[in-house]
């Protein structure tokens, strides 16, 4: 018996070492997260409730995003949810640089900031296309 399945795109290498990459990020990001929730609070906007938590459960939530891509069965899914994770932490990433909030050891310069904020459409896309869930741009015109 076989059960419905969403189609994922096909693997190539460069797919792989995307995934790869965004495993050791989200793996490594999320146990800062979880290691010292403390340093983050600063950074996140007003209008979340319980800061703290919020930290913790999104640290839970990239490394188990950085795990789920190394199954196949969960790889889209999880390329999904870290793209939407990526989604809902720009607000923070906007009020951090905006507001010129230092967080050890990351620079708090216009360097770092701008370059950051501007690649985080491509960390969304990346998230989508390393677990397969696009295969924008590279995918060929579609019949």
Same mark, same amino acid.
């Given at each position: 018996?076989?059960?419905?399945?969403?189609?994922?795109?096909? +693997? =190539?290498?460069? /797919?792989?070492?995307?995934?790869?990459?965004?495993?050791?990020?989200?793996?490594?990001?999320?146990?800062?997260?979880?290691?010292?929730? +403390?340093?983050?609070? &600063?950074?996140? &906007?007003?209008?979340?409730?319980?800061? /703290?938590?919020?930290?913790?459960? %999104?640290?839970?939530?990239?490394?188990?995003?950085?795990?789920?891509? %190394?199954? &196949?069965? $969960?790889?889209?899914?999880?390329?999904?949810? *870290?793209? *939407?994770?990526?989604?809902?932490?720009?607000?923070?990433?906007?009020?951090?640089?905006?507001?010129?909030?230092?967080?050890?050891?990351?620079? +708090?310069? @216009? @360097?770092?900031?701008?370059? /950051?904020?501007?690649?985080? &459409?491509?960390?969304? $896309?990346? =998230?989508?296309?390393?677990?397969?869930?696009?295969? @924008?741009?590279?995918?060929?015109?579609?019949?």
């Amino acid at each position: 018996m076989t059960g419905a399945r969403t189609a994922q795109a096909p +693997d =190539g290498p460069g /797919r792989v070492w995307l995934r790869r990459g965004l495993v050791g990020l989200y793996g490594l990001v999320g146990a800062v997260h979880l290691a010292s929730p +403390d340093t983050l609070i &600063p950074i996140m &906007p007003a209008w979340v409730p319980e800061p /703290r938590l919020v930290i913790l459960g %999104t640290g839970l939530c990239e490394i188990a995003g950085a795990l789920a891509l %190394t199954s &196949p069965t $969960w790889r889209r899914a999880a390329g999904i949810g *870290l793209a *939407l994770y990526a989604l809902c932490v720009w607000p923070a990433n906007v009020k951090q640089a905006i507001e010129g909030i230092v967080v050890p050891p990351l620079p +708090d310069s @216009w @360097w770092y900031h701008g370059p /950051r904020l501007a690649f985080q &459409p491509v960390l969304i $896309w990346v =998230g989508l296309y390393a677990g397969g869930a696009i295969d @924008w741009p590279f995918g060929g015109a579609r019949r």
